[in-house]
């Protein structure tokens, strides 16, 4: 039986049954097999750019009987092939932004982009605004002193152009939903601002500008506290 991580675990939850699915930077494999002991999938694709991570994949889908369901592919990224859901998990926030770019056509025919940022989500965000996908909904999990913010988008051919900059740097469904996990993330975003905006020199001409930045950001963190804690 496969043992998840809390994020991972939460990510195979996203997983629609019955769903056909991608797992790109698959990496161990666990996600895959995961869905396939619990026949959330029966038609799995796990990619990975590294030669020995897909080699423990291949292996431990051997061990567990799922060569019929999974297809271990080394490559770089999403294969040219139609998938229900997409999973990208575990890279930076740029990078998954750039795979989708480069699988356009493969990603707006999905029905579900499951994508989880180790960092850069507001860079993400703006990137798929920009493509057309909109954000339907999101999760956070904290695990091993750090928090995790999950991604669920879908291609709906739509553009914001009202959004600023600052707009793709909070969760506006985690707000809405007046997340408790999402409240403590804000709250400890909020404390680490304070620290680098108490370092400037206020007679650095330089740091002006970041510190106004800075402080915009605060106002908008301190207004998400707010609102979720109403």
């Known amino acids: 039986m496969i043992k998840l991580s809390k994020r991972l675990n939460k990510i195979a939850e996203l997983v629609d049954f019955g769903a056909s699915v991608i797992d790109v930077g698959t990496d161990h494999g666990y996600v895959p097999n995961f869905l396939c002991e619990y026949k959330i ?34 490559a770089n990224g999403i294969v040219n092939e139609e998938r229900d859901n997409i999973i990208i998990a575990g890279l930076g926030g740029i990078q998954i932004a750039e ?62 152009e009202d959004l600023k900059e600052e707009d793709f740097y909070f969760s506006k469904k985690l707000i809405q939903k007046k997340d408790e996990i999402y409240l403590a993330y804000l709250k400890e975003k909020e404390d680490y601002l304070w620290s680098i905006i108490k370092s400037f020199d206020p007679n650095n001409s330089r740091s002006k500008k970041r510190n106004q930045e800075l402080n915009s950001l605060l106002k908008e963190v301190k207004e998400a506290i707010d609102e979720i804690s109403s």
């Open 41 to 74: 999938s029966r038609d799995i694709i796990a990619t990975d750019i590294s030669k020995n991570s897909l080699e423990k994949s291949i292996e431990l889908t051997r061990e567990l009987g799922n060569e019929k369901e999974i297809r271990n592919i080394l």
């Open 99 to 160: 795979i989708i770019a480069k699988s356009i056509d493969i990603a707006k025919s999905s029905k579900k982009l499951i994508l989880q940022p180790m960092q850069k989500a507001n860079i993400l965000r703006r990137e798929l605004n920009n493509m057309g996908f909109e954000i339907f909904d999101e999760e956070i999990i904290y695990e091993d002193e750090r928090y995790f913010e999950i991604i669920l988008a879908k291609f709906s051919n739509y553009k914001n």
